[in-house]
């Protein structure tokens, strides 16, 4: 296996060389857009293997790290409690008159739990934090990078990448899980509040409901899913901003395209990720 590996290494290696090379002469291998996208793979798959390289090395930027946490995550909490409560209650909303075609509107509770503990919190929750949270970390060290400060802090025996990149991706693999757990529990208060509204539910009935359909399985699988979202969020905002270029617009563009990327692979995961937890759903 490792020689494999060594093989496959050495032959993506050469491919980008030739398509560095092929760039400089003005020529491509296939076309500009397609030469740099394998680029990018190729240096996002370095920046990823150097940051598990670098978070088991000491030393270890603890205090950095909780300071991210709460910026990143406690700061997010209004804009999850307002998106996560009107989610819950619309959801609830849209989905009474569907079920009271059938008279099953008592379903009501834990179709609600099963959606929002299962889908709609990792998603939407990880869909915010890519909006607010990745946009920030890759303005931030954008416009770190344009202004040469990554580089007076190499100067000053500081590891940049351990200090801004180490701690960031940690602070947000742990944040987010956290933020999905709360961002799951006030969709669920949004959603008692209509159907309390509607059908004069007690709260503790409601949530007997909503919980009686949730096994072990799906609250472990949204847990991992927001995992990976989280690392995702903070490798992909933290790449876009050690890459940047051009002065004050390569941030806006860095800002703008962490957002974008982050968002479309959060989509690529959500998909794999359900369709391999998915036999233990229906196992």
Not at 7 to 15: A, E, G, I, T, W
Not at 132 to 151: P, W
Not at 205 to 227: C, N, P
Request: proline share 3%; hydrophobic share 45%.
């Amino acid at each position: 296996m490792p020689i494999l590996v060594r093989k496959l290494l050495f032959f993506v290696s050469n491919q980008y060389i030739m398509l560095s090379g092929s760039q400089r002469t003005g020529k491509y291998l296939i076309s500009k857009n397609l030469d740099n996208f394998f680029i990018d793979i190729r240096e996002l798959t370095r920046f990823t293997l150097q940051f598990f390289k670098e978070v088991f090395v000491p030393p270890y930027e603890l205090q950095e790290t909780i300071r991210q946490c709460y910026k990143l995550g406690y700061k997010s909490l209004f804009l999850i409690t307002s998106t996560a409560f009107i989610t819950g209650m619309v959801f609830t909303d849209h989905s009474r008159p569907s079920l009271a075609s059938f008279g099953a509107t008592s379903w009501l509770p834990s179709f609600t739990g099963v959606a929002v503990i299962k889908a709609l919190a990792p998603l939407i929750t990880s869909l915010i934090c890519a909006g607010k949270i990745g946009s920030n970390i890759g303005a931030e060290i954008g416009s770190m990078k344009v202004t040469e400060q990554i580089d007076a802090m190499e100067v000053s025996a500081i590891n940049p990448f351990k200090y801004l990149v180490v701690t960031r991706v940690l602070a947000t693999t742990f944040m987010v899980p956290l933020l999905v757990i709360y961002s799951g529990l006030i969709g669920l208060l949004g959603s008692f509040i209509d159907v309390h509204r509607n059908d004069q539910t007690s709260f503790t009935v409601f949530m007997y409901d909503a919980f009686s359909k949730i096994g072990y399985v799906e609250i472990l699988s949204s847990l991992i899913r927001s995992v990976f979202f989280g690392f995702t969020i903070g490798i992909i905002g933290c790449y876009k901003g050690f890459t940047t270029t051009k002065g004050t617009e390569g941030v806006g563009r860095a800002a703008n395209s962490s957002v974008v990327t982050i968002m479309f692979l959060i989509f690529l995961e959500e998909i794999l990720l359900v369709k391999f937890f998915n036999p233990f759903y229906y196992g």
